[in-house]
């Protein structure tokens, strides 16, 4: 038995709002249009897809996705040139051996972007 593809799921109470900050700040790619669920292509066979209800959290917790990556000054640079808010700035991590900072998409949810020191097997 072999798992093909990974998708995290992620409630929205603004799509729209959502779309933009994940097409056009973060640059993924649209898998998939559901009208009122959106997939978006993260990396291999990874995916996050945020679904539109009325009645999700206003501020939801308990949620951090994060984004693995060896340009994290390079992206957040980047972020920052788009008005994101920054929760913590980037920086090394002893105790997890990682370099991360965090910030804020649209929705409230907590984005990790992270280096690890050394390559996950």
Same mark, same amino acid.
């Given at each position: ?5 990974? !998708? ?32 978006? @292509? ?9 679904? &539109? ?17 060896? &340009? ?5 640079? @980047?972020?920052?040139? @788009?008005?994101?808010?920054? !929760? ?24 990790? !972007?992270?280096?690890?020191? &050394?390559?996950?097997?």
């Amino acid at each position: 038995m072999t798992i093909s593809q990974q !998708i995290t799921f992620l409630d929205t109470r603004d799509l729209r709002r959502t779309a933009e900050f994940y097409e056009r700040v973060l640059g993924l790619r649209l898998a998939r249009d559901q009208g009122t669920c959106r997939i978006y @292509h993260v990396s291999g066979s990874s995916y996050v897809g945020f679904c &539109e209800r009325v009645d999700a959290p206003p501020q939801p917790q308990g949620v951090v996705l994060t984004l693995v990556t060896d &340009e994290v000054d390079r992206w957040c640079a @980047h972020l920052k040139s @788009h008005g994101v808010e920054f !929760i913590k700035e980037p920086a090394e991590n002893p105790p997890y051996r990682i370099y991360n900072a965090f910030v804020r998409d649209p929705n409230g949810y907590v984005l990790e !972007i992270q280096r690890f020191w &050394e390559p996950l097997v």
